[in-house]
């Protein structure tokens, strides 16, 4: 069984039209059956197979992956291995399998059952679900989901290739289970784990499968608690394990989303898989190893992460010094799946042409794949045209107007030192003290929930259908009723609720110059829910205020502080599809300087408190130890010189996701906010103790109510977490908030959840005054 010359990693899977988020919402609701659901899901996979075929890939070859997923790959995997949580156990089927409404409690969480803590996909904006484990785990097989998605593509004449996480990946981004003993890692648990790997391998062999992919983005990684010598070990074991399996599929291990290290290329390259996944665009073509004379190399040469078309010919002579190394094949491959980019540039009918000439989403890059793959097969002359046709796109984008704009690199190239530093935090202190904020000031994150008439009131904007002073007028009162709704909860620092804003991002981009906006490039962020990420294509500035006027209406109506809500500038760049010709800290700061202004017009409409969010500070942290000093290094200074302009009287809050504290603590106390929000309580409160144990010295606040599930925190479930992070904290540093934004949740669910936030907090107040 040979490889085609050319695949992809992973295609989205939401559709074009987001119809799995529609169906299983739909799902959620009670307006659709299971069956419903899974008739949908089934269409969608068979409209992708026979997409994927239009565009050249091998109906018979296992050129197609097989990835789709309701909800996410790594509970997908653990549902298929046993390796759910006990509490899920009342869930499980007759026969101890989890079925799909259990699969929904695991990742969503019910009454009773708090779900999996969910956190980031390596460096990227999707995230994943993380699984428990611990000595306890019983690992079994459950279920036939990944060999039934083959069955069916057989019976429609395609054979696929599914995809599974790996055994080291998925071990090595679990976390102990509650009870472990210290010391405890989830991958001391591999030898237990791989027998039951061997089975579903042997299960999707029976089932038609020629070739399986297993990802193992885990041994490019150098942010994971596991040092390369260890990861590399736990695949030598694996592969050596799944390899010598007599009936088995053909193995492809996928390792993107950085350089494979030293250690586990040689570990691979000896190893009896048969093919093995590098990503060419975050790494290079590594050195000749033995062993690769009888394995198939792919080449990540496509980049499945940016929306740039990019340089073919760089990857043609990629290609080409892969092939120097003595595999027995190479083929041209995406260096990562294309989950993580839109699915066509011609389906957005609002680009500029121009533009649109340079960018490639899912569609157009199978398609460069699928050209790469006739070049290997026939000769470079047989894609000559397509080669100098990118080369002609690039060449036309560095000289298009306002690709470098005069003014806006004048600016950046007069900073000095002193424009990156704010004045003492003392000084801020003292200056802040007329706030006149109680112990535990309590607050929420942002964004209010986006109801269906608010969506209806901007389509119909959009349309033309509502006029622009309809539209304010219903925005002001949609203001109104959130900042009234927040006095009668109580709550101490108000927001203004977002309704003017589709998204985080694409809001101020649809406001700054050197951003362009999509109407369909939707990208799967987690579950159901999906981003459009803006595309940055230009130097960035800022021709108007943006927040200023909303900001300063809802402050019209309340006594009570509200915040400015402003994006920082590390997650404007990576929610956004950024320009790749240039270093990212150069487009930063060009960013930054657009939110410093906006901040001084703040100030001057009397707004005493300013959020500056930076949800995705950790996100980017780059995979090797050796790029992260950098990165942190561009990346504070971006934020810093967003908010020193501040005067010392504006309360700078910002606000983070959270994912390893302690790796970032340095960097987050170097931001120098007067307060930062951590998301924390899906996590019950872990990141309290690594805060403590820092000495951090700014206000903070550890999310106290999870809003990526439906689920109402009781009070006394608030109360225990804020009780934790009291007595692990000086009282005088404590906020009370929420883990996020409020955004994809409903109005009920918020203000159940925000009147026990409110009513913890008042209890918590007067058990720390009664112990004064």
């Not at 995997?77 to 509490?87: D, E, H, N, T, Y």
């Not at 020629?210 to 150098?222: C, F, R, T």
């Not at 004379?293 to 792919?298: A, G, S």
């Not at 929610?575 to 100030?603: C, G, H, K, M, Y």
Request: net charge negative; glycine share 8%.
């Amino acid at each position: 069984m040979t490889f085609p010359a050319g695949t992809i990693l992973g295609y989205p899977r939401i559709g074009r039209r987001r119809e799995l988020k529609r169906a299983v919402e739909s799902h959620w609701a009670g307006r659709s059956s299971e069956t419903e659901l899974e008739q949908t899901a089934a269409t969608l996979r068979a409209q992708t197979r026979a997409h994927l075929a239009s565009l050249g890939l091998g109906r018979d070859d296992s050129s197609i992956p097989e990835t789709f997923s309701y909800y996410d790959q790594v509970l997908d995997l653990a549902v298929a291995v046993g390796a759910i949580p006990a509490r899920f156990d009342p869930l499980r089927d007759a026969d101890g399998t989890i079925g799909l409404s259990a699969y929904f409690s695991v990742a969503r969480g019910d009454e009773e059952r708090a779900p999996l803590e969910m956190t980031k996909w390596f460096d990227t904006n999707y995230h994943y679900l993380v699984p428990e484990i611990g000595p306890e785990t019983v690992f079994s097989r459950s279920g036939d989901r990944f060999a039934a998605q083959l069955r069916e593509a057989r019976a429609e004449g395609y054979l696929t290739r599914p995809v599974l996480v790996g055994p080291v990946t998925f071990l090595a981004l679990a976390k102990p289970s509650d009870g472990a003993p210290d010391g405890f890692r989830p991958l001391d648990r591999l030898d237990d784990l791989l027998p039951v790997y061997s089975a579903l391998l042997a299960e999707l062999r029976d089932a038609g499968a020629d070739w399986v992919q297993l990802d193992e983005p885990a041994l490019v990684s150098q942010s994971l608690a596991l040092t390369d010598r260890e990861l590399a070990d736990a695949a030598e074991r694996a592969y050596a394990v799944l390899g010598a399996a007599a009936e088995r599929p053909q193995l492809l291990v996928a390792a993107g989303y950085a350089q494979l290290s030293d250690d586990a290329w040689r570990v691979l390259a000896a190893a009896p898989v048969d093919a093995i996944a590098l990503d060419l665009r975050r790494g290079a073509v590594p050195a000749p190893v033995p062993g690769l004379t009888e394995k198939v190399l792919l080449g990540g040469v496509i980049d499945g992460r940016n929306v740039w078309r990019g340089d073919l010919e760089r990857a043609w002579n990629d290609l080409g010094a892969l092939t120097a190394l003595g595999a027995a094949r190479v083929v041209a491959a995406t260096s990562t799946s294309l989950q993580h980019v839109p699915h066509d540039v011609t389906d957005e009918p609002d680009l500029d042409p121009r533009l649109a000439g340079w960018l490639a989403f899912a569609d157009q890059k199978t398609a460069q794949v699928v050209t790469l793959a006739l070049g290997l097969r026939e000769g470079v002359e047989a894609i000559r045209s397509d080669l100098d046709d990118a080369t002609t796109a690039l060449a036309d984008r560095a000289a298009a107007p306002g690709v470098r704009d005069g003014a806006v690199r004048e600016r950046t190239a007069a900073l000095n030192d002193a424009d990156f530093v704010r004045v003492d935090d003392e000084a801020r202190r003292q200056a802040q003290r007329d706030l006149d904020l109680p112990v535990l000031p309590t607050t929420t994150i942002g964004s209010f929930p986006q109801t269906a008439d608010i969506r209806r009131a901007r389509a119909a904007h959009a349309r033309g259908e509502l006029s622009a002073g309809e539209y304010d007028r219903f925005l002001r009162e949609e203001i109104a009723r959130v900042i009234a709704l927040q006095e009668d909860l109580g709550l101490d620092v108000l927001v203004h609720g977002e309704a003017e804003r589709n998204d985080m991002v694409q809001y101020f981009a649809e406001h700054l110059d050197g951003f362009a906006v999509t109407r369909h490039g939707w990208v799967q962020s987690y579950g159901s829910r999906a981003t459009r990420p803006s595309i940055l294509w230009g130097d960035v500035s800022r021709p108007a205020p943006i927040t200023v006027a909303w900001t300063g209406f809802a402050q019209s109506l309340t006594d009570r502080p509200v915040k400015g809500m402003l994006t920082g500038p590390v997650t404007i760049l990576a929610w956004s599809f950024v320009r790749d010709d240039q270093p990212w800290s150069e487009t930063a700061n060009q960013v930054a300087l657009a939110l410093r202004d906006e901040i001084a017009d703040l100030e001057a409409a009397e707004v005493r408190i300013i959020q500056v969010d930076e949800p995705a500070l950790r996100e980017l942290l780059p995979l090797k130890a050796a790029e992260q000093p950098a990165y942190l290094d561009w990346s504070v200074g971006s934020f810093t010189l967003a908010t020193a302009g501040a005067l010392p009287h504006t309360q700078v809050h910002t606000h983070l996701c959270y994912s390893e504290f302690d790796v970032v603590i340095g960097a987050i106390e170097a931001l120098d906010a007067d307060v930062t929000s951590i998301e924390a309580a899906r996590s019950r409160g872990e990141v309290i103790d690594d805060i403590a144990a820092s000495g951090f010295g700014h206000g903070v606040g550890p999310g106290v109510y999870d809003i990526h599930s439906p689920r109402v925190p009781s009070t006394d479930e608030v109360a225990e977490l804020l009780e934790r992070a009291a007595a692990r904290l000086p009282l005088a540093q404590v906020w009370v908030n929420p883990d996020c934004g409020l955004k994809t949740r409903g109005y009920d669910e918020t203000v159940a959840s925000l009147r026990n936030l409110v009513d913890a907090t008042a209890r918590v107040r007067e058990k720390v005054a009664a112990a004064v």
